[in-house]
């Protein structure tokens, strides 16, 4: 079955430290999105791709860095600079328009 | 002000009650307009996709839009246990910024 597969569904952060949450797609989707979802707000943007080897800052970008080195890969990491980034993350992709296809989410959470 | 406004309830019907949930926005320029289901702690699913103004109707389902009022609205007939969810407002104007509402929390009970 075509997806997007996140991994972990869990992760904890440690003050100072580097995480990475994993996104995969098998539905040769060109463009795939990193969402954060909090309680009581809207999805919001951090980064976008729509090609290999290229990508976009969104909406909230600062503390976080992506890479697009494949087309099924899209991998998000988490970087110390972000100081709040307890939050439930979504990796979303299409194959060219608004229909958002999402992944089943990483809950990160701060030690 | 937000872009897009919904009320986050939470909401609780009777089963087989009618359900109506909506959204406002502010920017002109939103031509797409869908609806996400998202059950707790999983990933949102596309509900419905409608472009422009207008209604679509699939099942249980009627997703209206008034771009006169910067208003869409989500129906849903004959409500089930297993509508209880958070429903997603999505919009957008360029594939690569859709803005979504903040979600509305809905509980069906039996």
């Known amino acids: 079955d075509g997806g997007i597969t996140q991994s972990p569904k869990y992760l904890f952060r440690k003050e100072g430290q580097n995480v990475t949450l994993s996104c995969e797609q098998n539905l040769n989707h060109d463009a795939m999105y990193w969402y954060r979802q909090d309680p009581g707000q809207g999805l919001r943007l951090i980064y976008y791709?729509?090609?290999?080897?290229?990508?976009q800052k969104g909406d909230i970008a600062e503390g976080y860095s992506v890479s697009r080195e494949k087309k099924e890969s899209f991998p998000l990491t988490v970087t110390s600079a972000q100081k709040n980034p307890t939050a439930f993350y979504l990796c979303a992709s299409t194959g060219g328009g608004e229909k958002l296809f999402f992944g089943s989410g990483t809950q990160l959470s701060v030690l | 002000q937000k872009e897009v406004e919904q009320d986050p309830g939470p909401l609780s019907v009777p089963e087989g009650a009618i359900v109506s949930l909506n959204c406002t926005y502010s920017n002109s320029a939103f031509q797409y307009f869908m609806w996400y289901r998202q059950y707790s702690r999983k990933g949102p699913e596309l509900l419905m996709y409608?472009?422009?103004?207008g209604n679509k109707e699939d099942g249980r389902f009627t997703a209206q839009v008034d771009k006169s009022s910067k208003y869409i609205s989500l129906f849903i007939r004959d409500s089930q246990p297993s509508d209880s969810a958070t429903y997603l407002c999505?919009?957008?104007?360029?594939?690569?910024?859709?803005?979504f509402g903040a979600g509305t929390r809905l509980t069906v009970k039996p």
């Open positions: 791709s729509q090609i290999v080897n290229d990508f």
């Open positions: 409608t472009y422009s103004s």
């Open positions: 999505a919009m957008s104007g360029d594939p690569r910024w859709v803005r």
